[in-house]
């Protein structure tokens, strides 16, 4: 995240200083009211970490379309899965 943090309305997890449950947590609950469709940034701190994170999204069926590493762990953006109303 160049300049240092979300932008206004966006839906970000700092997952920075969390174990890896906690993470996942926090994107299931950051993830729990959003449409099909949404994304959510998260910020990783570890290698750990992002490793459940993309096992957690295969497994719920949402999409990864960022993977990066950024200078404070791993910057992932998660599309949620499921139908998008028409």
Known sequence: MP???PVPGDVFVDGTRKECTGVIAALERAMG???AGATVRALVGDVPSRIDVR???ERKGHAI???RREPRGFQITIVKAGRRPR
Request: zero cysteines; aromatic letters at 8%; a negative charge.
């Open 3 to 5: 300049g240092g943090g």
């Open 33 to 35: 009211p959003l449409g």
């Open 55 to 57: 096992a957690w999204a």
């Open 65 to 67: 379309v960022v993977d």
